[in-house]
């Protein structure tokens, strides 16, 4: 995967459907190739809630697996003026404050439904914080109410059923409704 031809395509991409941006600039992150458009007119390229930034993340990923003959679609994030930052941060500091009750109470919690990034996010900063390492997570649930279980290290695992959907502990709203990838 050529980072000038994700780079260019984006562009093209942005372009053709008239969103406006000054630069974009692409990273490689381990597994992951971040692509970071900054722009003057930001909120049109993120949309209602991230969906139009959600579209054309997801038109460059089809794009870039097709000319690149790749058998996976490979991990691309497409951020615009460090929106996806913002966020991916929010649901660390929200993983971070349900560790404190799992700690606290000794139960488990199940975080919000969220989508297959940001699960990712919340398993991997758990598996690698230091200040985590007494719990562990996993995903259950399916399709649009998958979510995240947080949990101590020497709690039973398989006290949760397959396909089974583990109400939040805490009612409240946690701060994950609004999550847009």
Known sequence: MNTKDIQS???????????????????????????????????????????????VQHILKSIIRTADNLERTPLIIVDVDGYRRMQEEKVKKIAEQKADFVRRTGSRIALSPMSPYFRRIVHLYVANDPQLQDLTTESVGEGDYRQIVLRLK??????????????????????????DV
């Open 154 to 179: 020497g709690e039973k695992k398989g006290t949760i059923q397959s396909g089974e959907e583990l109400s939040p502990v805490i009612a409240a709203e946690d701060g994950l409704e609004n999550l």
């Open 9 to 55: 395509t984006l562009g093209t991409l942005l372009d053709l459907l008239k969103l406006e941006h000054t630069s974009i600039t692409v990273t490689l992150e381990g597994d992951m190739t971040r692509v970071d458009i900054v722009s003057n007119d930001a909120s049109r390229i993120i949309g209602w809630h991230g969906e139009t930034l959600n579209s």
